[in-house]
């Protein structure tokens, strides 16, 4: 791939885990506490992560 398809698929890389990760690990009741903090860091630090992989992005492609 190449182009504005592999940039966009890079950059929707870069989005936090979905809080769907914490309620399926609590339904199926494996590690929900994880997978809790898991959705919390991951928001935390999307800001820093979506930004840095649009700059590399717009290098790269």
Partial sequence: ?????????????????????????LEYNHHPGYAAQAVFLSTLLSPLTVASVIGFAHLYF
Wanted: some cysteine; aromatic content about 8%.
């Fill in 1 to 25: 791939m190449e182009g504005i398809t592999a940039q966009a698929l890079l950059i929707a890389s870069a989005y936090p885990c979905s809080r769907n990760t914490a309620l399926y690990a």
